[in-house]
């Protein structure tokens, strides 16, 4: 089969471009002329340029394949320029979506995540629940609206489409918000504890990966959605995890909760204002979303794809050596 990827490069993209080159299926990705390719480098994949933002580049790439997998977004819960989250998680999965239709693929698995749902009623919800009134950050809303998106043209166009939704995705060489929570407490770089009660549900990387693939391979799931994370930890545990395996103590001072939401605010107004990233991630989108936590059942991935999940404490030993080896 031939694989159009997006989003190759990034946490999860590496991962996934790992698990497919295992295989003997034909994979193309699709890479920005700005974008590190190390990490992906040497194995058997295709490298096409172009730009999810670019619908002529994408439409040109996507022929002759047939799945196309989409993982390009951006991820963050603060940006200098905020418009950037249309411009990728809203019209780059149209122009992705609506290539992969005039292409004629048999399948898209487009990678969402956990945080479109906001707060259900259920606790733990599933792919089944009502979603929540409420996303709490910009990256949620716009990644949120490109799902949108990408269901009318399911509804409508018959659009191939399987849906993966992961939660917090933990695992080795995580750039992102989770894996920076980690480097810092590893640096001794981070003032004080916060949020330590709340919830949210976490997944290993490779996982993740694994769900990706085995919704591309299934047959007759066309229109699914699949949860990807089953473990549910309180940020207070995965301080205690990260401590004990690393040995690096924990910050002594913890933050009220009560002020963590207006400290945040006043320090993300100071970003907005010097056009330079929260200090100590606190940016009023992320203290949101871990404020309001995360409590998902993942389990129907184990069930209908026959995946199983690794313990959370493997994710993390894992990614403190990927730390501590650079």
């Not at 390719?37 to 002529?56: E, F, P, Y």
């Amino acid at each position: 089969m031939k694989i159009f990827v997006t989003g190759a490069t990034g946490f999860i993209g590496t991962h996934l471009i790992r698990r497919l080159s295992e295989t003997d299926h034909q994979v193309t990705c699709l890479v920005r002329k700005s974008g590190n390719t190390a990490a992906i480098a040497g194995l058997k994949v295709q490298l096409i340029v172009g730009d999810v933002t670019d619908s002529g580049s994408v439409q040109a790439a996507v022929k002759g394949h047939d799945c196309v997998i989409n993982l390009a977004n951006v991820y963050s819960f603060w940006e200098p320029d905020p418009r950037i989250y249309r411009s990728v998680n809203v019209d780059g999965t149209r122009n992705v979506m609506e290539s992969a239709l005039e292409a004629g693929v048999s399948k898209v698995v487009h990678v969402s995540t956990g945080v479109i749902y906001g707060k259900p009623e259920d606790v733990p919800f599933t792919e089944e629940s009502n979603i929540g009134p409420v996303r709490f950050s910009k990256y949620a809303r716009s990644k949120y609206e490109g799902d949108q998106i990408a269901w009318e043209l399911y509804n409508e166009k018959k659009l191939p489409l399987v849906m993966v939704y992961p939660m917090a995705v933990l695992g080795p060489g995580d750039p992102k918000t989770t894996g920076q929570y980690i480097r810092r407490i590893l640096q001794r770089r981070l003032p004080a504890r916060v949020l330590e009660s709340s919830m949210f549900t976490f997944v290993h990387v490779k996982d993740v990966a694994e769900i990706v693939y085995r919704a591309m391979m299934k047959e007759g799931n066309i229109g699914e959605k699949y949860l990807a994370g089953k473990f549910q930890h309180s940020f207070g545990e995965v301080n205690r995890m990260v401590s004990e395996i690393s040995g690096v103590l924990l910050p002594r001072f913890r933050l009220p909760d009560f002020s963590v939401i207006p400290d945040a605010w006043l320090l993300t107004r100071v970003a907005d204002i010097i056009k330079r990233p929260p200090i100590w991630s606190m940016a009023i989108d992320q203290i949101r979303t871990m404020k309001e936590g995360v409590r998902a059942d993942g389990s129907k991935a184990e069930r209908e794809l026959g995946v199983e999940y690794t313990p959370i404490r493997d994710a993390i030993k894992e990614a403190i050596a990927s730390y501590q080896d650079l």
